[in-house]
T-cell receptor, first 112, second 114 residues
């Protein structure tokens, strides 16, 4: 079945550092891809998405590009802030319509 | 702007006890679902519903029951709790047919089974 693999965490960075969180997927066809973010004590919320190959999703300074050739959707941000500390989940929308398949999540800790 | 509301936020049960986690949404979403979140395993789908009177199993349905008598409510029942059901549970909803993949999540219910 469809699956998502994320890099293990936690990822610990200083403020203003560059962030990359790796995500690769296995799926039949070309699913839509997503990054969700979970701030402490809250539910998940959609951060960005891409629906077809070479699409770039972006939001709040975060970006991710749908790479069909490497089946990847890595999350990047040029300069992280303390407020970006959260758990980030990569996900895909499988052919079962609105059944999101999530990765295991990557915790990001940003220190001042 | 209530969105998706889950109750209770925290619950401690003894093995064998039963309980219901409540989920209500005020966005008139047809699709509702329950996930559990466990360390190192991400979110796994328990049950979902595409409308009142319609439910289906997800990836990990054993030990859980659901019903959908109204569009707004989607309770999750544990009939005989087990320590393996210690987890954080999230309810999520979305409009059916939007096909955007965007789910709206509640704040979660942390359940501990002793």
């Amino acid at each position: 079945g469809d699956s998502v693999t994320q890099m293990e965490g936690p990822v610990t960075l200083s403020e203003e550092a560059f962030l990359t969180i790796n995500c690769t997927y296995t799926a039949t066809g070309y699913p839509s891809l997503f990054w969700y973010v979970q701030y402490p004590g809250e539910g998940l919320q959609l951060l960005l998405k891409a629906t077809k190959a070479d699409d770039k999703g972006s939001n709040k300074g975060f970006e991710a590009t749908y790479r069909k050739e490497t089946t990847s959707f890595h999350l990047e941000k040029g300069s992280v802030q303390v407020s970006d500390s959260a758990v980030y989940f990569c996900a895909l929308l499988d052919t079962g319509f609105q059944k999101l398949v999530f990765g295991t999540g990557t915790r990001l800790l940003v220190s001042p | 702007n209530a969105g998706v509301t889950q109750t209770p936020k925290f619950q401690v049960l003894k093995t064998g006890q039963s309980m219901t986690l409540q989920c209500a949404q005020d966005m008139n979403h047809e699709y509702m679902s329950w996930y559990r979140q466990d360390p190192g395993m991400g979110l796994r789908l328990i049950h979902y519903s595409v409308g009142a009177g319609i439910t289906d199993q997800g990836e990990v349905p054993n030990g859980y029951n659901v019903s959908r008598s109204t569009t707004e409510d989607f309770p999750l029942r544990l009939l005989s709790a087990a320590p393996s059901q210690t987890s954080v549970y999230f309810c999520a909803s979305s409009p059916l047919g939007s096909n955007t993949g965007e789910l709206f999540f509640g704040e979660g219910s942390r359940l501990t089974v002793l």
